[in-house]
């Protein structure tokens, strides 16, 4: 009962709400290192802000009797301690450790995880890009709600698409797009799907030129605007490839003479 107990975290968002007609606290960690929450009393609330890092349990009881006139029990001081342990809401050496650990491994990642996926938006490709699809619509109407961007990323593939909409998934440089039941499709809008490859497109020299020239024409008139992310000389072909095999550029590189 004479040492000192763990300090409460300082990164904890405290909200009270009402659960079966008694106030209570939910306590929920800021720091990201638990997406778990638990609710407490307010008496207990006072009990977890009086955990600094100092106080002992005797501590505790005196200062809880103090200011409500009431004689805690150690034991129920104690598993109050071990409930916030156990949801790492405490400052312990194996918090601390996690905490190093996270950061370790966040600054080694070449890619930053989305922390909100599957809390503010759906983490299945098909049904986010139903729920984004949401904020896309064509005042003319749903039939008009058909266009998709969709990449593949090294975790999963992003789409914007609504009812009807044509999902087109091209570019192959992190890897397949990870599969999916098609009665998604049927379900997210009667969606289609296509793979397409510029050598399908282009099988005549008349659709090589067609094709040019409407891409030209929409470059000339501002449709299309080319990001010219960055340059290399020719005979700095090799450091082009480096760059974008490091994933430094963005937009079109390209090789000048």
């Not at 720091?31 to 009086?50: K, R, S, Y």
């Not at 004689?71 to 918090?95: N, R």
């Not at 039941?181 to 296509?194: D, E, R, V």
Request: proline share 7%; charged share 20%.
């Amino acid at each position: 009962m004479n040492a000192p107990l763990p300090a409460l975290k300082q990164a904890i968002e405290a909200i009270q709400v009402e659960h079966e007609g008694k106030p209570m606290i939910l306590l929920r960690d800021q720091e990201g290192l638990n997406d778990q929450a638990v609710m407490v009393t307010l008496p207990a609330f006072l009990l977890a802000m009086m955990l600094n890092g100092r106080h002992t349990v005797s501590d505790i009881q005196s200062i809880f009797a103090k200011n409500t006139g009431s004689l805690l029990p150690p034991e129920e001081i104690q598993s109050m301690v071990a409930q916030l342990d156990k949801l790492e809401l405490l400052e312990t050496e194996e918090l601390q450790a996690k905490r190093q650990k996270v950061m370790k491994d966040f600054l080694a990642s070449p890619v930053r995880t989305p922390v909100h996926e599957g809390l503010g938006y759906p983490r299945e490709p098909i049904e986010l890009a139903s729920f984004l699809g949401r904020f896309f619509k064509d005042p003319k109407g749903s039939c008009k709600d058909f266009f998709i961007i969709l990449y593949q990323g090294k975790r999963r593939q992003a789409a914007f698409v609504g009812l009807w909409g044509m999902l087109a998934t091209f570019g192959n440089a992190s890897g397949p797009v990870p599969p999916f039941a098609p009665l998604l499709l049927s379900q997210k809008g009667s969606l289609f799907l296509t793979r397409p490859t510029l050598a399908h497109y282009v099988q005549t020299p008349a659709e090589l030129r067609a094709r040019s020239n409407d891409l030209f024409a929409w470059i000339a008139d501002g449709s299309l605007k080319v990001r010219v992310g960055a340059t290399f000389k020719l005979t700095a072909a090799a450091d082009a490839h480096r760059a974008l095999e490091s994933r430094a550029t963005t937009g079109k590189v390209l090789l000048l003479p």
